[in-house]
């Protein structure tokens, strides 16, 4: 595997993003909680930086104003002469690059965390872009021993050759912790609390990794993006029907060629055609009706992540 | 109990809305299949016409775009000078009476059903004005009568004095479906099968009336609404906590004085401060965080519903 380099340095430059879609509560309310009261995000080598990722949606409980903030940060968008006929959230991603980056440069954030709900019964999903970031793959293995009684799957979305286009893509190191279900617009005191702690466990794996800790090699299994699935429509482009009962709240469970996948409003079923099993999530995610997604395919693989080797000592200086 | 007049001719005049609010998902898309295949609605001596109530938000997939149309069938706003500043649910409410109406004429439709969905946890519930309507207490018997081993519950959610403002208020007759948990903008194949079911067994319950059946008198327990109780709030009016855990998904469940309601940010419980047993509903619906109500309180109570007498038989000429 063609790993990416660890950091050499302490990460001191952390941020937590909440609100990148506005309607996605427990980010929300956990930002504005840590803008009120901040001691809960230091740590002894470093102080996470809460960033209300989007107010403008999240002033208006809505997923986005103008477009998906999450879907911004191109180098498109990020270098495009800025025009009073941008929607907001493209301003909106100039700003958080400036404040969080810029992307790709020495000056970006260390680690972006971002948090996020789904109405997807996915439970804790750690996502990241690839399986060669192996800070964050020990990071993710951090988290999932934390609470071994919960699943806590690693998802990978990033597809060949796509360009990285999500909030934490502008900082050196980024994780999404996507929680679910949760409705949009909703506040539940469990996935709030599971979101938290897993704040607070990130940044305690971070604070371990400044201290000049050490973190063997390890094998990771994980779910690998192979693209959506869209419902079935009429031939004007409306829902025909929708998931069916047996594929419902069942992500992460795996998918047999044949079985059913949608339920039509005419009362017959439609299976699944793929010639191999898959593991579907975002089953019925309510903000994927409009991408024309009504679940994502993934691959279950296993793979070995390298150690993370400790932080040369910070020398000192011989009086 | 002061009872009102029960229907003396068939009920003919029958409309089943979907989408008042845009973004709950079963009446959206049960109506618009409906309107593509109206033959389900069709019984002996009527057929029910499918009203998608509120296009705008529907094709948002928002609650409402201006106001919440289900709140504006008041005589204030459906008597008003129509005006290019109205909210466009306002206008709608105008058209849905002309349609539906007028509000309290003999013009009227005999029986409009109106279709919803909450994230709340209530699972079937039956929403009357109050239980001096015994025709329509009479058809929600005879829906808890279909699926006796489901909970469905009657709320009479009319509070003293209050001027009724709800679409199915147009009609001589009206019923809300609220069934739920299912996040907005959603569309879960279980909660759609049981709308439409339950859609059906009000037709065939119309249909019995109109050929004659005589229904004899009955003891029911209803849910009357006692008014909403906020979140807690922070000096600036954002939330400073939650649901409590112990509360959510609860709807229904006897509440008592002393139990916790509310966990704040802070980790501390806020808990129940009322003299009485109450019976929380719509706890944690995600539509009503805007209008200041976490949940809210209904009392249990039991009531007799007088006989629903047979309409005459229909003179026959002699010749």
Redesign the interface.
Same mark, same amino acid.
């Given at each position: 595997m063609c790993a990416l380099p660890v950091p050499r340095e302490p990460l001191r430059r952390v941020a937590v993003t909440g609100g990148t879609h506005g309607n996605e509560l427990s980010g929300v #309310?956990l930002v504005? #909680?840590w803008l009120? &009261?901040p001691g809960e995000l230091r740590r002894p080598s470093f102080a996470a930086t809460p960033v209300l990722a989007n107010p403008a949606a999240a002033a208006a409980?809505?997923r986005y104003v103008g477009c998906d903030l999450n879907r911004a940060f191109t180098s498109g968008f990020l270098s495009a002469k800025a025009s009073p006929d941008d929607p907001y959230e493209v301003t909106r991603a100039r700003e958080l690059d400036q404040l969080l980056g810029p992307k790709a440069s020495g000056a970006a954030f260390d680690l972006v965390l971002d948090l996020h709900n789904t %109405?997807a019964n996915v439970g804790t999903c750690l996502i990241a872009e690839t399986a060669h970031q192996v800070f964050v793959m020990h990071l993710c293995r951090h988290l999932q021993l934390q609470t071994p009684e919960l699943p806590c799957r690693v998802l990978l979305y990033k597809q060949p050759g796509e360009e990285s286009y999500h909030v934490g893509s502008v900082a050196k190191n980024s994780l999404g912790l996507e929680l679910g279900?949760q /409705?949009?617009? @909703?506040?539940? &005191?469990?996935v709030?609390s599971r979101m938290r702690a897993l704040v607070a466990s990130t940044l305690d794996f971070v604070e371990l990794f400044n201290q000049g800790a050490a973190f063997p090699a390890f094998e990771m299994e994980a779910y690998r993006n192979l693209g959506g699935v869209d419902f079935p429509r %009429?031939a004007d482009g409306?829902?025909a029907g %929708? @998931? #069916? /009962?047996q594929l419902?709240d069942r992500d992460f469970e795996p998918l047999q060629p044949g079985a059913p996948i949608f339920?039509l409003?005419?009362g017959e079923d439609v299976c699944y055609e793929g010639e191999s099993t898959v593991y579907p999530i975002f089953i019925?995610? &309510? &903000?994927y009706?409009?991408k024309g997604v009504a679940f994502i395919r993934t691959e279950k693989f296993t793979f070995s992540v390298p150690a993370l080797p400790a932080l040369a000592p910070t020398p000192t200086l011989v009086p």
């Open positions: #309310h504005r #909680h009120r &009261a409980c809505r %109405t279900p /409705p949009q617009g @909703v506040l539940r &005191a469990d709030f %009429t409306d829902l %929708t @998931v #069916h /009962p419902q339920q409003f005419s019925n995610e &309510a &903000a009706y409009e």
